[in-house]
């Protein structure tokens, strides 16, 4: 398992943070923790990619830096 601490883009209130919980919890993955501005998660790595995670970010609307 790998644990990440994603930085994201755009995101300003907790409607953000709901939308991209929203998004992550579609993968197979666990979420840790989601903050106005990162995320932190855990995935298997034979599962998810890190595109994948990214992909998720982008369907809620905002960017992983």
């Not at 907790?14 to 919980?21: D, G, I, S």
């Not at 989601?34 to 960017?63: F, H, L, P």
Request: with cysteine.
């Amino acid at each position: 398992m790998k644990t990440d601490k994603l930085k994201i883009e755009g995101m300003s209130c907790l409607h953000c943070v709901m939308a991209v919980k929203k998004e992550l919890s579609k993968l197979n993955i666990s979420v840790k923790d989601v903050q106005i501005g990162s995320a932190d998660i855990e995935y298997d790595e034979t599962k998810v990619t890190r595109n994948d995670i990214e992909k998720a970010v982008e369907e809620a609307g905002y960017k992983v830096v």
